[in-house]
């Protein structure tokens, strides 16, 4: 499904490809840690096929909800 969505060819609108990708790192990463994390702590994951920094902002936006 992963694969999918950032291959395109399942596509997703903008605050499905957020929602999804919040969920993709709070698994990888767990809940949000400043000291672990960081500012700019998602730039090296991919969740969606022209990922904008926009985009990754709303992630983190997100993530940084999740317990």
């Not at 499904?1 to 596509?11: E, H, Q, W, Y």
């Not at 790192?25 to 994390?37: T, V």
């Not at 730039?43 to 709303?58: C, G, I, K, V």
Request: proline fraction near 3%; glycine fraction near 6%.
């Amino acid at each position: 499904l992963r694969d999918d969505i950032l291959s395109g060819r399942l596509p997703c609108s903008f605050v499905t490809h957020a929602l999804l990708g919040s969920y993709a790192i709070q698994a990888e990463l767990g809940d949000y840690d400043l000291d672990d994390h960081g500012s700019d702590y998602i730039s090296d994951f991919r969740f969606a096929p022209n990922q904008t920094r926009e985009l990754e902002e709303r992630v983190m936006e997100l993530h940084r909800t999740y317990k």
